[in-house]
């Protein structure tokens, strides 16, 4: 029975231990397998996912050719030809996408394309879940190790990033691993200590926001090295061990950056100052902000901390908030001098979690960046927010079997029950928001209505809807569906094709300009500065449907030209009544669309791609 | 031990608050009665496009509703909006933060109808409005016509403009274009080359003078700061009254044509750009008839006229 006696009863135990990580971690992997389906695909899927399938392509032919003693993939073409979709950000998540793409797609056929290479990016976020655990539990006790994951597992937007063909949950499962390996390295085996400087190197080659852990990691090896002067033997680390771990980190994160990173095998120099170059003036990208549009200027400082304010269940946000400040004491001077009362693991860890937190959004919040896309750049904070959430929840239950007169049997039930109590509000606001996870708002927001209404974004990635999928494949009335999108065409386009490649999305709908387009899909992104003309015009036009979230519309189905079913009716009559025994073959398709180019006097294929960018953004002119 | 209180008290009433509102059920929309009691009082008060703002801005049931206005869903994102002289406001359920109008306008209608709060907001210089070019544009003639006096006409009217028929950014109408760092709602005239684009609008009310501003775009200053110029021409009854060029340097500029001579009259009032090469000349303006008296009653946009003699409520809370 769970105890609310802290590291006493079952949870003392290695086998509670183990199965409670098994339940955790394994029911985290089955959900996040059983759920693909209804995360909706996003702009960075249609990107990422080739790019990692050609970069595990690489992989595989270079290693395979190298052990046959063939080092002819070592090639500038070679690699130009190998990276040729991106190559703007380093390839460890790429190539974790395209390693599962190989096997559970080319070998095992068990998913497609998609499926496979998104399986990647959930063995991230398991491998966090399983870290997020076992700190928990190690470091803190059994309590913190359980409510840490299981929040972890209920943020709905980390839930649905972690089905992302893109870098932001691996940047968060790579970053996490230092401070992990950094933990498991005070006193473990040596391995860990290479393992921190590998660790280093592998979320260096994941993404930009890696490196940034180099602070933490040398505020805590001099806070041991303080701590070392105290108390000497008895200190948690050596301040031997601390320099092995700035040697390691020190000679090994750049090789191993190198080596995972083949763009850089070749002009290494140049195309390093060339990633360094792209991320310093990355472009700006579009944000609805409390009402107002941000692009260039970026949005203010403070725009990660209201989203992550609105975004993250209002209970575990107030225990993640409670944590850091409980954490920030261990700040004071006086404390620091003498380290009164011996060593804290507890203390000292929270405090190493709540520094890192504070450095995940705040590298994304101060500089002057873009800042974008809800909560998905600082998603390496909430690992650490969860934990710290963890640490403040532990502390009430202290609090509460102090202030208490509980019996022995309420003692028993207080820990399941207080769990229950603070995560059933995550749980219920996640259930009410899904599938559509980067809808969600917390309490505290009013949920997804109140955030919209506040001005904050209710959708944003340019992200597919399983709700979109279901009503075209409902419309059996329909033949040769010709869509366009608004306003933002351009990626919906590329993105809503890959459901017709798994054979998800019936074959027969296509995109177009609005002007030869049957059926208009406006989803209600107000960052867009030209949404308010869209709707203006569109919603003069039949609406056929409308998805909507909690009350908030995302998405409308315009008919353009409702006036083809009465031709269409029409012209069925016509031929029922020219038939009379004989078999009247309809135009083929192609024949009717040459000759709709002959009478408009354009050219179609090149006229379509324009006109369809074109109607993404502000008018372009030569 | 007091301390120890703090955490499971505050936790707890982070619990229950957090249940009472992640349980709230989803609202029913605005009844179709309330709405139309809301378009009869517009009917007979309101200008055509003058623009509707509605909160909150999830009301969904507000999108087929006042079809000759211009509706905003919640606080507008385009600055341009805060430039017009009246203002609407219907609030459903008492939300919606509406302080964003008390900087530009003032409040003189309110009304509860039903389930919404009506209300109008109207800028000091109102009265002394007399035709606004930018309301009016779905009104416009537009054409080309080059100096073989060869004319094509932008017949075509989509998403809110007239599109010219050679290239589909050749075009007129309501835009929302970043000038000087903030997104303005603006008419869009971007020339074409060889062509001189031209806007006419017939039959309008003619006062003191003529207002405006105009800017180029700031991703055309940005992509090809010497880029061509655009010359933007006014005239009035085929008579040039305002000759003006654009200058590669971001933000508005203010013109004013004192149109006396033809106070009191209907005229024609045409604006044509023109520009020796076309790349990335992203312009556009906006400008109304004005008059200088005060308190002189404002000729309303097209749509509304036949409510011209209506007797106006004003009923400041």
């Known amino acids: ?622 | 031990m007091k301390y120890k209180y703090i955490l499971p008290v505050i936790v707890a009433a982070a619990v229950i608050f957090a249940f009472v509102r992640v349980l709230q059920p989803v609202p029913e929309p605005v009844s179709a009665e309330t709405w139309d009691a809301v378009e009869k009082i517009m009917a007979s008060e309101a200008w055509a496009s003058e623009p509707v703002i509605v909160h909150p801005v999830w009301e969904h049931s507000a999108f087929q509703r006042f079809k000759n206005h211009t509706l905003s869903m919640g606080k507008p994102t385009s600055q341009g909006v805060y430039a017009y002289p009246r203002v609407w406001m219907v609030i459903a359920r008492g939300a919606g933060n509406t302080s964003y109008l008390k900087k530009t306008h003032k409040l003189t209608f309110d009304r509860q109808v039903g389930e919404v709060r009506l209300q109008r907001w109207e800028k000091p210089e109102v009265k002394n409005l007399v035709y606004d070019f930018f309301s009016n544009v779905r009104q416009a003639k537009v054409r080309l016509f080059d100096n073989k006096d060869k004319v094509r006409a932008c017949n075509s009217y989509r998403n809110l403009h007239w599109v010219c028929p050679i290239r589909d950014w050749n075009k007129v109408g309501q835009s929302t274009v970043q000038v000087a760092g903030e997104w303005q709602s603006a008419i869009w005239q971007h020339p074409l080359a060889k062509w001189t684009t031209e806007a006419r609008f017939d039959d309008v009310p003619m006062d003191d003078f003529i207002k405006g501003q105009y800017a180029l775009a700031d991703a055309a200053i940005e992509k090809l700061p010497k880029g061509s110029k655009v010359s933007f021409r006014v005239l009035i009854n085929d008579k040039v009254v305002g000759d003006f060029s654009s200058v590669n340097k971001k933000g508005w500029k203010d013109f004013r044509i004192d149109t006396s001579e033809y106070k009191g009259s209907r005229a024609t009032v045409l604006f044509q750009t023109a520009t020796a090469r076309d790349a990335m000349r992203h312009f556009c303006w906006r400008a109304s008839v004005m008059s200088d008296e005060k308190g002189a009653v404002a000729a309303k946009p097209e749509q509304a006229e036949e409510n011209r003699d209506a007797p106006t409520e004003q009923e400041a809370r």
């Open chain 1, 1 to 622: 029975m769970l105890s609310f006696n802290h590291g006493k009863g079952f949870l003392a135990s290695r086998l509670g231990y183990l199965l409670m990580g098994l339940l955790i971690v394994g029911g985290h992997l089955a959900i996040l397998l059983a759920t693909v389906d209804d995360m909706g695909l996003t702009d960075d899927d249609d990107f990422y996912v080739p790019a990692g399938v050609e970069q595990a392509d690489y992989f595989a032919k270079m290693v395979t050719q190298a052990f046959k003693g063939d080092f002819s993939y070592i090639d500038h073409k070679k690699i130009a030809n190998s990276f040729r979709i991106e190559h703007r950000h380093p390839g460890v998540a790429k190539s974790m996408m395209g390693l599962t793409y190989l096997i559970f797609n080319r070998i095992l056929g068990w998913y497609d394309k998609m499926d496979a290479a998104r399986i990647g990016i959930m063995l991230f976020a398991v491998w966090i879940v399983y870290m997020i655990f076992r700190m928990g539990w190690e470091i803190f006790g059994p309590r913190v190790g359980i409510f840490a994951s299981l929040a972890f597992i209920l943020l709905p937007r980390s839930f649905f990033h972690s089905h992302v063909g893109t870098l932001d949950i691996a940047v968060t499962a790579t970053y996490l691993s230092i401070i992990y390996f950094c933990w498991r390295s005070q006193r473990g085996h040596w391995v860990y200590v290479v393992l921190t400087g590998v660790m280093y190197g592998v979320a260096m080659a994941t993404k930009l926001n890696a490196p940034f852990a180099i602070l933490p990691m040398v505020l805590f090896w001099a806070y041991r090295w303080r701590q070392v002067s105290l108390f000497g033997e008895s200190a948690p680390m050596t301040r031997k061990r601390i320099l092995w771990l700035v040697l390691s980190v020190g000679t090994l994160s750049l090789p191993v950056f190198f080596i995972l990173w083949p763009w850089l095998w070749v002009d290494t120099v140049d195309r390093f100052m060339e990633y360094v170059r792209f991320h310093m003036h990355h472009y700006g990208i579009l944000l609805l902000y409390l009402g107002d549009i941000y692009n260039d200027p970026f949005a203010p400082w403070h725009a990660p901390f209201v989203y992550t304010g609105v975004a993250t269940p209002f209970v575990t946000l107030l225990l993640g908030v409670s944590g850091f400040i409980i954490a920030l004491r261990s700040l004071d001077p006086r404390y620091l001098r003498r380290f009164p009362g011996g060593v804290d693991e507890r203390r000292d860890f929270a405090l190493l979690f709540a520094v890192n937190a504070f450095i995940c959004i705040g590298i994304v919040a101060f500089p002057n960046n873009p800042k974008y896309g809800g909560v998905k750049l600082w998603q390496p904070m909430f690992p650490f927010l969860v934990l710290l959430g963890g640490y403040a929840f532990d502390i009430m239950l202290n609090h509460l079997s102090d202030i208490a007169k509980f019996g022995e049997r309420a003692k028993k039930i207080a820990f399941p029950a207080a769990l229950v109590l603070c995560l059933a509000p995550a749980f219920i606001g996640m259930m009410r928001n899904y599938p559509d996870l980067l809808t969600y708002f917390n309490e505290l927001a009013g949920g997804t209505r109140g955030a919209t209404e506040m001005g904050m974004e209710r959708q944003y990635y340019d992200q597919c809807y399983k709700s979109y999928i279901e009503f075209w494949n409902r419309q059996e009335q329909w033949k040769d569906i010709v869509v366009s999108y608004e306003p933002n065409q351009h990626e919906y386009q590329r993105t809503y094709p890959w459901y017709q490649r798994m054979n998800k999305l019936r074959k027969d709908v296509r995109f177009s300009t609005p002007d030869r387009s049957r059926f208009m899909i406006l989803t209600h992104e107000r960052r867009w500065p030209r949404y308010p003309d869209i709707l203006q015009e569109y919603r003069n036009y039949k609406e056929v449907y409308t998805h909507k979230m909690l009350g908030v519309p995302l998405y409308t189905v315009y008919d353009l030209k409702p006036e083809e079913d009465k031709k269409r009716r029409h012209g069925a009559r016509h031929t029922e009544a020219g038939r009379s025994g004989s078999v009247v073959q309809p135009l083929r398709k192609q024949q009717l669309f040459r000759n709709s180019i002959k009478d408009k006097k354009i050219k179609p294929k090149k006229d379509a791609v324009e006109g369809g960018e074109n109607k993404t953004s502000e008018p372009v002119s030569p």
